[in-house]
């Protein structure tokens, strides 16, 4: 049997700590995942654990950054899935909604939480969020085929990529997902009567927003 390069059981095992880390913070929370229980859940030593990271904080980053990229290439794989025409609003409101309500954003939240009251933690996750931010509203308007140079659009599309934020910190603690499935519905058929798409001739606008209980 040939061996498997030392270099690629390396990644393999980098890579496994990495995806365990990012399910102990989503199931277990940011003070329950260690070193110590990563390592445990993963089959790998402590002492190799540290090889790779050799902090909590070296390795809660590098998931982060893991979760980043994970999330963007979903997206891009996602985005030829989505319909044209009517209907295509809400599928795309839709996958937005759904980005912030799976285990990927929530093992997020629970290092942003941590982050609000550690300073070095904070200025780790901070330029890591930023980007994400400016990538999630590029590919928003990429999917939405929005005009971004208009500023309506360029801030209703950071409007539905809060919402979507905050639908998912309702889905946290109950499932919230028939209410949800209705404020999606909602907003997307208010973003289709207040922007044209790209090409599209602008029409007098308003955004006459529902309030729902």
């Given at each position: ?162 919402l979507a934020r ?13 209410r949800r499935a ?32």
């Amino acid at each position: 049997m040939t061996r498997e390069p030392k270099q690629d059981r390396s990644r393999v095992t980098r890579g496994h700590l990495l995806e365990v880390t990012i399910d102990c913070l989503a199931e277990l929370g940011w003070g329950a995942t260690t070193v110590s229980l990563v390592a445990q859940r993963a089959g790998v030593s402590r002492g190799a654990t540290q090889h790779h990271f050799p902090t909590r904080e070296d390795l809660i980053t590098a998931a982060l950054e893991v979760m980043f990229d994970a999330r963007m290439e979903q997206a891009r794989r996602e985005a030829t899935d989505l319909p044209t025409g009517e209907g295509r609003t809400e599928a795309v409101v839709s996958r937005l909604v759904d980005y912030y309500t799976g285990t990927l954003f929530k093992a997020a939240l629970q290092v942003w939480t941590a982050a609000a009251a550690d300073p070095e933690l904070r200025a780790r996750i901070v330029p890591l969020e930023e980007r994400f931010g400016r990538i999630a509203h590029r590919t928003a308007v990429e999917h939405f085929g929005f005009d971004d140079a208009d500023p309506v659009a360029h801030r209703l599309v950071q409007a539905t990529l809060d919402l979507a934020r905050g639908l998912g910190l309702a889905d946290v603690l109950t499932d919230d997902s028939k209410r949800r499935a209705e404020i999606v519905r909602q907003w997307a058929a208010q973003l289709d009567a207040a922007l044209p798409r790209n090409g599209e001739s602008a029409e007098p606008r308003s955004l006459d927003v529902a309030v729902l209980d």
